[in-house]
Nanobody, 117 residues
Framework: QVQLQESGPGLVKPSQTLSLTCRVS??????????WSWIRQSPEKGLEWMGA???????YYRPSLKSRASISRDTSKNQFTLQLSSVTPEDTAVYYC?????????WGQGTQVTVSS
């Protein structure tokens, strides 16, 4: 069964760029038919799908985050990365990476990110 693990800083200062990595094991990010996604959850906004990268490398973003979010991948390390620029305290949330195929999703455990000076 595929496993996903998020990593990154737990504290980011306002206006900086948040960078998170999702390491995937027991499954390849090049396997056809999956989206490798970033999702976040906060008390204020609830669960929010942020964006994804597909098997082909094509990226998809939530329209409201498109100007600040960037998702990339490193196939040699079987991992993918989220960068979110110009963060504000409103970006404080638990961030999850997930493999999605429309029927059965696998999620990482999540990592808390707090934006504060």
């Amino acid at each position: 069964q595929v496993q996903l693990q998020e990593s990154g800083p737990g504290l980011v200062k306002p206006s900086q760029t948040l960078s998170l990595t999702c390491r995937v094991s027991s499954g390849s990010i090049l396997t056809h038919g999956y989206l490798w996604s970033w999702i976040r959850q906060s008390p204020e906004k609830g669960l929010e799908w942020m964006g994804a990268i597909g098997t082909s490398g094509r990226t998809y973003y939530r329209p409201s985050l498109k100007s600040r979010a960037s998702i990339s991948r490193d196939t040699s390390k079987n991992q993918f990365t989220l960068q979110l620029s110009s963060v504000t305290p409103e970006d404080t949330a638990v961030y999850y990476c997930a493999r999605q195929d429309g029927t059965e999703d696998y999620w990482g455990q999540g990592t808390q990110v707090t934006v504060s000076s």
